[in-house]
């Protein structure tokens, strides 16, 4: 009874997951829809950045307001703050700051998200392996169990290991809910400072 409860759960969460699936994106393990790359353009309707290339790094002032801005540790009320108030001086003056703190802000911001994506990525390849293991550990539970000369002590470890298995499965799974809000909240911080900013072009 106890060797049918436990393959009856592992089944139950293998399922779950192939039926959670995105069938565009099979490997992507989050709810959330999957962006691979960020655009410019979908945050940005300022001066072009396309030519500023490393430029907002080498002044040391926009280089230490961008990290300021973009760090997690800074309330977004107080990295608002920050930007609005380093957007000032004349009309020229405006564009030259305004440009290359958000082409700062996107280069740090996007970098940033891209390296949550590929930890969430290994994290996925890593499930799936686990996936595989208990799919084949439950073929050969069953087998075992319909075998004529059962092993007794061996199927109850089996048994083990598949519960054992299954339970690292699904608390991995409840770990990479909160890991997959991350790109989420860079996007939503990219996009309340790029607004502030362009603000003060107005």
């Known amino acids: 009874m106890k060797h049918g409860i436990i393959a009856a759960l592992a089944a139950l ?22 962006v691979p790359k960020l655009s410019v353009a979908a945050f940005w309707t300022g001066p072009a950045i396309d030519d500023v290339g490393d430029a907002w790094m080498k002044e040391s002032t926009i280089h230490d307001l961008v990290l300021h801005l973009a760090g997690r540790r800074t309330s977004l009320a107080d ?52 996936r595989e293991k208990i799919s084949a550990e439950l073929t050969d539970l069953r087998a075992q ?3 004529p000369n059962q092993d007794a002590a061996a199927v109850d470890k089996l048994a083990d290991q598949i519960a054992w298995d299954t339970r690292v499965f699904d608390e991995r799974r409840v770990t990479i ?12 911080r990219l996009f309340a400072l790029a607004r502030v900013i362009q603000q003060k072009l107005d």
């Open 177 to 188: 809910g909160y890991v997959c809000e991350v790109p989420s909240t860079i996007e939503r």
């Open 145 to 147: 169990q319909d075998a």
């Open 79 to 130: 990295a608002e703050k920050a930007a609005a108030d380093f957007i000032v001086g004349t009309s020229a003056e405006k564009q030259q700051k305004a440009t290359l703190l958000f082409a700062g802000l996107f280069a740090a911001l996007n970098q940033e998200r891209n390296d949550v994506m590929a930890g969430i990525e290994r994290f996925s390849q890593r499930q799936q392996l686990l």
């Open 13 to 34: 969460t293998l399922q779950a997951i192939a039926s959670a699936m995105d069938a565009r994106h099979p490997d992507w393990p989050c709810p959330q829809i999957l």
